[in-house]
């Protein structure tokens, strides 16, 4: 029984700080060959750089306010 409630305790303490967790940003990238700019959240490859800005949707459209 003592174990049963220490699991449960941690349970929602886990539940609880992950009601907390946000959405990882997108950010638009362009390629060092051809220019050409995509949104993605994370790297494409080696041959693109990423841009400053950081939106809360996929198709970088809404800026993400911080």
Not at 6 to 27: D, H, I, Q
Not at 28 to 48: D, F, M, N, Y
Request: charged share 25%; aromatic share 10%.
């Amino acid at each position: 029984m003592r174990m049963f409630k220490r699991v449960m305790v941690l349970s929602m303490l886990l539940a609880v700080t992950l009601t907390y967790a946000e959405a990882a940003p997108w950010y638009k990238w362009r390629s060092k060959l051809s220019a050409h700019v995509i949104c993605s959240q994370t790297s494409p490859g080696e041959g693109w750089e990423q841009l400053q800005q950081a939106f809360l949707d996929a198709r970088c459209e809404r800026p993400r306010k911080d």
